[in-house]
């Protein structure tokens, strides 16, 4: 399995969502970008978790990006990955301009 650095381009509406210990995190209305890291045992599996959790809306989240593809408001547009060994997410995420979501992701 390849193994990498993903991000995941998503639209949404303005909403409110809850993220586990984070709490209630407002997502305003637009295009978002998150970036993560594909490097763990599974690989890129992680981001088809992402994509059926999405689509089907019927799992359990396991982190804060899981609430938000939970939502009803929220939908995956593309996706792209970077196969690589070398931990790059956030190198990849300070490349991309905006307005980022304090802690949302974040470990």
């Known amino acids: 399995m390849d193994k ?5 381009l998503i639209e ?3 909403c ?4 586990g ?3 209630s995190v407002f997502i305003r209305q637009g295009w ?3 970036v993560g890291s ?3 045992t599974g690989g890129f599996a992680r981001v088809q978790r ?3 959790l999405n689509r089907n809306k019927d799992k359990n989240p396991r982190w804060h990006i899981d609430y938000l593809l939970l939502s009803p408001l929220c939908s995956v547009k593309n996706v792209y990955c970077i196969i690589t060994d070398k931990r790059l ?3 990849v995420a300070a490349g991309i301009e905006g307005e980022e979501i304090p802690h949302f992701g974040s470990s």
């Open 4 to 8: 990498g650095v993903y991000v995941l």
């Open 12 to 14: 949404t509406k303005a």
């Open 16 to 19: 409110t969502i809850k993220a």
């Open 21 to 23: 210990s984070l709490g």
């Open 32 to 34: 978002h970008a998150y």
């Open 38 to 40: 594909a490097l763990g």
């Open 50 to 52: 992402h994509l059926n």
């Open 89 to 91: 997410e956030c190198v």
